[in-house]
């Protein structure tokens, strides 16, 4: 029987964690904390594509075209036809091409937006330190209040113990006749 209960108390102990370690498993695994990591990624992606932008962009186009018939690729005038050269004619049709373009002057917007993208980026890291503390200070007070609530009942065990024996011996004096009833 002693062996059982000691067995007991020893599987309870083993089950116990600490302050810290809640904290480590939380910031670990808690998505709140996860969203605001994934929005600083955003913030600094955003903030590195509005400094992009101002040097423009390179564009690469290409078309190709397949026709069933030989198309003409030059325009048929009498002194071409009569010439008794062959016309250039083709069935395959490739073009391609790249455009650059910069916007010359947009009324500081661009400058302006790289600001207010740099500020998108403090602030997102602002956001996830404070939930980051936000957390640390919820488990911690859930914590504290868990060994509260954990002295409180062994508080009251004790005083109902103290009040059974309060009783039994006012019942023993009573019956002995020291006390009255």
């Not at 929005?39 to 509005?50: G, K, N, P, R, V």
């Not at 962009?57 to 190709?64: A, E, N, R, T």
């Not at 049709?93 to 207010?116: C, D, K, M, N």
């Amino acid at each position: 029987m002693v062996r059982i209960i000691y067995f007991f108390v020893l599987s309870t102990s083993l089950f116990a964690v600490t302050m810290e370690e809640l904290i480590d498993l939380g910031l670990k695994q808690n998505t709140a904390v996860e969203k605001s990591r994934l929005q600083i990624q955003s913030a600094q992606l955003q903030h590195q594509q509005s400094k992009i932008a101002q040097y423009g962009s390179l564009d690469l186009v290409g078309d190709y075209t397949h026709y069933n018939t030989p198309r003409t690729l030059a325009p048929l005038t009498p002194s071409a036809i009569g010439s008794g050269t062959p016309i250039t004619t083709s069935k395959d049709l490739f073009s391609g091409g790249a455009t650059y373009s910069v916007p010359l002057f947009t009324g500081f917007e661009q400058t302006r937006q790289i600001q207010i993208q740099a500020l998108g980026k403090q602030i997102a890291h602002i956001k996830y330190k404070l939930t980051q503390e936000q957390l640390v200070y919820n488990i911690k007070s859930l914590y504290l209040a868990i060994l509260t609530q954990q002295e409180i009942k062994n508080a009251q065990h004790s005083y109902t113990q103290a009040l059974k024996k309060l009783k039994d011996q006012i019942a023993y004096e009573v019956e002995l006749g020291k006390k009255p009833k």
